[in-house]
């Protein structure tokens, strides 16, 4: 049957233009080769250049080493006297020897000794070298450096030219001659299709069996791979051409030219063993992936393909292990995957794949040869252990196998049989963690895989998920949880670093744990169970690893996944309420205990001591968020579940040690409550708040102390007792004061400060003196019940008695620092002195407090800043030396001033009072108009700045007499430049009388006790 010359002569162009390709890359890979070979070579000279100079530099050195010993040796010989018992001998007057003090030697024989390098030591040198005078010298040759070895046969380019490259250029035009031989055949009606193919196999047969027998020869072992390798081609294209061309019997049936085909790609492999010719074996596996193509039938046979493909890739391998030609193997992968994309794109659509028992083909395919590279990995490690070809190939048919999960996301028929698709998936996964397992050096691709994984369970999770599939999501998402934290568990059991997405592959399961969350309108209690398992892996993996910040993380997750379903849950009911309180107390309690026992179990990690800490607040967080999303009005539900968690933490502060736990857990019940007070509290319902406030307080207060002998040297438990009033007064006040309105409110202060100062009396009565603790046990205590004790006057009365009570307790706090010098109490009172003087120097609305009286001076600002300057005075005077200063600030001089200020902030307040119009609201200044309110203001001033220079001089303190001299001129420049200007002809005598007197005054006490002599060493 006589086919359609123009189409034969097409395709034989097209033949011709593929095997030029083929030829020209054949030609252009060895230059390639050449000349990376000829570097790989010059490199090698220039190292062993190298060594040989170090090898000379060695031999001189211990060359030189061997003839220092030896002279020294010799004038230690010469110059050693001679025993007494002899005869004496007449010795010529000591010479220096030219030879050891030359600056510069002529070479000279070297005196080889037992401590020179090889040669070995002549036993006549060492016999003579323990005389007393020396003999004559031993001369050995200097030691030889080792002979350099003789460089490698350097690559010669005439050499390459002439033996190889012609003889490649020579096949590749042999075998061009026959393709054109061949078309010019056709073209001319010459020879018949069955004698062109008869021909063609002897003529390819002829090749291989030509090329066979001078490989045989070292020689011409190049020539006969190239004559194979063309030989080989040849009998593809002549296979090729009699079934596809001319449809010559018996190679008109597929069948037989596949097999042909495949015969030959087996001897091909066996070929290049034989003669070890990898030209043969890479065109031999480029024709085994095309006879598929060019045999094919248009009929989809996967078993039939793949099977011939997976029989191939052995083959391959089988070479590639052989001769250790691993770069084979890439190659190998590279086809299967070319063959796995043309068949996908060719009969995926068409063979429906995507439907029924049908999809497990495709999948079998895509698995099955990425296994089958892997046990390539397995099996070149136990060869090449450092070759990492094999496993690149391996993974790259596992991503090959990963794409093609991705493309089965487009398909419903598959997203809707998710157990088959992640089967699939996680195989992949495993396949990659045994090829990392086998190469530690691709260990990265665990990662890779497994970020990879999550983006197909996110897409999958997203676009398909429904509740009907979310058991089957749950066990996937634990399944890939489960593989890639025992792979993490037994990498470092293996005593391999962990890499970093080792350790983070089950916390990116809790995340996929939230999208349902998220995506589904209703959740199933199936969800909670799934996210402990993965709490429970990220824990023990962490005990493993040493790494606590996925620890972090997954409580931050599990939190947020439990904040997602509580603002899923309707606002203003209680309903789903218990169910959230028993999910969210459970993995309180559950971070509670893991977090202690791993902040205990790795100490020096920077974070472990933030763990506790975290674990105890998040749930918290939690609770609050939910007090004020469902406003639940009763709030014995929370409160109960708080006073658990708040047992918990206190009980694993005794057990653990950890008494951080302690005040965490205090800041933590105060939000809480406070939270809900805000929110929700009803004066109708105050007795159940109020009964848990006092509850709460109670139970931090009791800690400490019933655990005494446990908590007597620490202080953060005490703390806590300390600062639970203080946190819980707030409350109690606002439920009395709206509930049961009264005014006797001042008893309530009353009530809190008995219980900080029985426990002061605990323990002042328990604690010995030795007890580091001790003193910030007495300070908190201490400092709390003086607050209670100042706070009766502010909640009793208002205004200026808060400001009162601030200066008091102020005073009480320094006054106790003298008892318990805690650096605290001395900043706390401090703080509130200073407080108190800002409130009442500072702030323009104390003097609109109260309505005026009716009595000038005496009004309320007199005992308010009278008695607020009696307690800086007072504060001035209790902390003594060294302990008033505080930061380099001297309080006692800072205390003296503040309260200074007040008195002559009084001092003009009284004189304003007393000139301000009957029948006015407040106090109004004004320094016009009023001669007599003037030359009271200017003669107070001169009397105020005397008192200070008195006082400055009694005390021997400058500050206080600078702060005279400058209130006193201050005092005089408004006498002269405002008073005289204004005042009347006596008001203007008697304030110059008075003035001058005073000013007289100042002058005699200067004169007095602090005249102009040096030896006083004050002045």
Not at 331 to 356: D, E, P
Not at 462 to 470: A, D, G, I, R
Not at 694 to 721: C, N
Not at 820 to 829: A, D, E, I, K, M
């Amino acid at each position: 049957m006589s086919a359609d010359p123009e189409r034969l002569r097409s395709i034989m162009d097209e033949i011709i233009l593929i095997l030029v390709i083929i030829g020209g890359a054949v030609l252009i890979m060895p230059i390639v080769a050449l000349v990376f070979a000829t570097k790989a070579r010059r490199r090698t000279e220039e190292l062993g250049r190298e060594i040989g100079s170090l090898r000379e530099i060695a031999a001189r050195n211990i060359e030189r080493e061997a003839r220092l010993v030896r002279r020294i040796e010799v004038l230690e010989a010469v110059n050693k006297p001679p025993p007494p018992e002899e005869a004496p001998v007449e010795v010529a007057p000591p010479v220096v020897l030219p030879e050891p003090i030359a600056p510069v030697l002529p070479p000279e024989p070297v005196f080889v000794t037992a401590r020179a390098a090889p040669p070995p030591i002549p036993q006549s040198e060492a016999v003579a070298a323990k005389t007393s005078e020396p003999s004559p010298a031993v001369f050995s040759p200097p030691v030889a450096a080792r002979p350099r070895p003789a460089p490698a046969p350097s690559i010669s380019l005439e050499q390459f030219m002439g033996a190889k490259l012609f003889a490649w250029v020579g096949g590749l035009a042999l075998f061009l001659g026959v393709i054109f031989f061949v078309k010019l055949s056709i073209e001319q009606g010459w020879i018949s299709p069955e004698l062109r193919t008869a021909i063609g196999f002897v003529v390819g047969t002829g090749l291989v069996v030509g090329g066979v027998v001078m490989n045989q020869r070292k020689r011409y072992v190049t020539l006969g791979g190239t004559l194979t390798a063309t030989g080989v081609v040849v009998l593809y294209g002549m296979t090729f051409a009699a079934h596809s061309l001319w449809s010559i019997p018996p190679f008109h049936h597929a069948l037989v030219a596949f097999g042909m085909m495949t015969f030959i790609t087996a001897a091909a492999f066996l070929l290049a063993v034989r003669m070890e010719a990898q030209v043969v074996a890479v065109l031999g596996m480029l024709g085994g992936f095309l006879t598929p193509i060019l045999c094919s039938t248009g009929h989809d046979n996967p078993f039939g393909l793949f099977s011939y493909i997976a029989l191939l890739d052995i083959g391959v391998l089988a070479v590639a292990k052989n001769k250790r030609w691993l770069h084979l193997t890439a190659l190998a992968a590279a086809g299967t995957i070319f063959m796995q994309a043309g068949w996908m794109v060719k009969f995926f659509h068409s063979s429906q794949y995507a439907i029924g028992s049908a999809t497990w083909i495709p999948v079998i395919v895509f698995l099955g040869f990425a296994t089958l590279f892997m046990l390539a990995t397995w099996w070149s490690r136990q060869r090449e252990d450092e070759d990492a070809f094999p496993a690149g190939a391996a993974l790259a048919l596992c991503g090959s196998a990963l794409f093609a999960a991705f493309v089965f996301l487009d398909f419903g028929a598959i997203t809707e049989r998710p157990a088959l698709l992640y089967a699939f998936v996680l195989g992949i996964n495993a396949v990659v963690m045994l090829i990392v397992w086998q190469q530690p050096r691709v260990a990265k691709a665990q990662g890779i895989i497994a970020a990879l994984t999550f983006l197909h369970l996110s897409k999958w999770t997203v676009s398909v998920l429904t509740p009907e599939l979310l058991p089957y999501a749950l066990g996937i998402y634990l399944g890939f949880g489960l593989l890639h934290t025992a792979f993490a568990v037994l990498w470092q059991r293996r005593n391999q670093s962990a890499t970093l997405f080792m350790s983070w592959t089950p916390v990116i399961t809790l995340v996929l744990l939230l999208m349902p969350v998220l995506c589904l309108d209703s959740i199933s209690l199936m969800l909670w169970p799934a996210i402990l398992m993965v709490d429970l892996l990220i824990i023990g993996l962490a005990i493993f690893t040493g790494m606590l910040i996925p620890v972090f993380a997954a409580l931050a997750l599990t939190l947020i996944t439990a904040g997602a379903w509580l603002f899923r849950l309707p606002a203003n009911t209680a309903g789903s309420l218990g169910l959230f309180l028993i999910v969210l107390g459970g993995f309180a309690v559950l971070f509670g205990i893991a977090s202690s026992f791993l902040s205990r179990k790795m100490p020096k990690v920077p974070i472990a001591a933030m763990l506790p800490v975290s674990s105890a607040v998040l749930p918290f967080a939690l609770l609050i968020l939910a007090t004020l999303h469902l406003r639940v009005a009763d709030p014995s539900s929370i409160f109960g579940l708080a006073l658990l968690l708040t047992v918990f933490l206190l009980g694993l502060a005794r057990i653990s040690g950890i008494t951080v736990l302690a005040p965490t857990a205090l800041g933590c019940v105060l939000a809480l409550e406070w939270a809900w007070h805000q929110q929700s509290f009803r004066v109708e319902h105050a007795t159940t708040p109020l009964l848990w406030y006092l509850g709460f307080y109670a139970l931090f207060t009791a800690f400490p102390l019933v655990y005494q002998k446990l908590f007597a040297t620490r202080q953060l438990p005490w703390i806590a007792s300390a600062a639970a009033g203080l946190g819980t007064f707030g409350l109690v006040y606002r439920v009395v004061a709206l509930t049961w309105p009264n005014e006797m409110m001042g008893t309530l202060p009353v009530a809190f400060a008995i219980s900080p100062l029985l426990c002061l009396v605990f323990v002042l009565m328990q604690h010995g003196e030795d007890n580091p603790a001790r003193l910030t046990q007495l300070a908190w205590f201490g400092g709390v019940a003086l607050f209670f004790i100042t706070l009766i006057f502010p909640i009793q009365f208002e205004k200026q008695w808060i400001t009162l009570g601030w200066a008091l307790e102020g005073a009480a706090l320094c006054w106790l620092f003298r008892r318990v010098p805690h650096p605290g109490l001395r900043g706390t009172g401090t703080v509130l002195l200073v407080a108190s003087f800002v409130r009442l120097a500072l702030n323009p609305a104390v003097l609109e407090y109260q309505t005026r009286g009716e009595t000038a001076i005496l009004n309320w600002q007199l005992y308010a800043y009278s008695l607020s300057a009696l307690a800086m005075f007072a504060a001035a005077r209790w902390l003594t030396p060294p302990h008033d200063c505080w930061n380099k600030v001297n309080l006692r001089g800072l205390f003296c001033a503040l309260g200074g200020i007040l008195l002559f902030l009084l001092l003009n307040i009284e004189i304003a009072d007393a000139f301000t119009p009957a029948g006015e609201r407040s106090i109004t200044f004004d320094f016009d108009g009023n001669f007599g309110r003037d030359m009271t203001y200017t003669i107070a001033w001169a009397l105020y700045a005397l008192v200070l220079l008195m006082i400055g001089i009694w005390q021997r303190n400058a500050p206080t007499r600078y702060a005279g001299i400058g209130l006193l001129a201050v005092a005089l420049l408004k006498l002269f430049l405002h008073d005289l200007a204004n005042i009347e002809s006596i008001y203007r005598i008697g304030a110059l009388i008075v003035v001058a007197v005073i000013a007289l005054a100042a002058s005699f006490l200067y004169q007095r006790f602090l005249s102009d002599d040096k030896s006083n060493p004050e002045i």
